[in-house]
């Protein structure tokens, strides 16, 4: 008797153990950035640009443990640069495990009727001249993204504990633009930018255009590319 009573003890310390160890957080470090992609047979590319983000949530399937879910909700707008590292507001700490699935959305609102994404970047003429791109948006959008690990491009990601992890957030504006041709951009309006003939993307200038790719936008999906760090 006292024997089962022994071992009944050790396996409910087991069984508690593994329930303690898939609470156990790791720091995930996101960040937001474009992909470096381009379109038009490569006359068409993006660099930089900005998004606000008004909140960030979080949908992750678990092997063991439960399942992970939180949205993080900002009392200010978070205006995170593209490409920019170390943004505190995205970094969370994440119950570690193998998440066979994390699927995550971004969500940006218009704040006082100012731009709450832009995109610049460049494209080359037919007679080869390099004319900036910006683009504007002041909608308000969801933005799904779905999580990928770098080292086996696929939706299985593992979440050490003793591991650091960073998951850049892979915007891809060339796939917004792909539903434009060249000889759109080519009679495109001009306007002065800080000085510079600028084909400008709005909803007052090349409001056609803007129309195009925005209905383009609300189709793609992001990816957030995981990978750990040392």
Request: charged share 25%; aromatic share 12%; proline share 3%.
């Amino acid at each position: 008797m006292g024997l089962k009573i022994f071992c009944f003890f050790m396996l409910s310390i087991f069984a508690c153990s593994k329930v303690n160890q898939w609470k156990q957080p790791t720091k995930v470090c996101f960040n937001i950035t474009v992909a470096e992609e381009s379109s038009m047979d490569g006359a068409l590319f993006f660099k930089e640009g900005y998004m606000t983000v008004e909140s960030f949530k979080f949908d992750g399937e678990r092997t063991e443990g439960a399942d992970v879910y939180f949205t993080k909700r900002y009392t200010q707008e978070l205006k995170t640069l593209f490409g920019a590292t170390n943004v505190s507001d995205l970094e969370f700490d994440v119950p570690q495990g193998v998440y066979t699935e994390i699927n995550l959305e971004l969500i940006s609102e218009v704040q006082s009727k100012k731009p709450n994404l832009v995109v610049s970047g460049f494209f080359e003429s037919k007679i080869g001249k390099l004319y900036p791109v910006r683009f504007e948006l002041t909608e308000n959008e969801h933005f799904p993204v779905v999580g990928e690990d770098l080292v086996d491009s696929d939706t299985e990601v593992d979440l050490i504990q003793v591991t650091k992890t960073k998951a850049t957030i892979l915007l891809n504006p060339a796939n917004w633009f792909r539903i434009l041709t060249k000889e759109a951009l080519e009679q495109a309006e001009k306007v002065p930018v800080e000085g510079i003939n600028t084909i400008l993307i709005n909803n007052t200038i090349n409001g056609q255009l803007y129309k195009d790719v925005v209905a383009a936008l609300e189709m793609d999906t992001a990816k957030a590319i995981f990978v750990k760090q040392s």
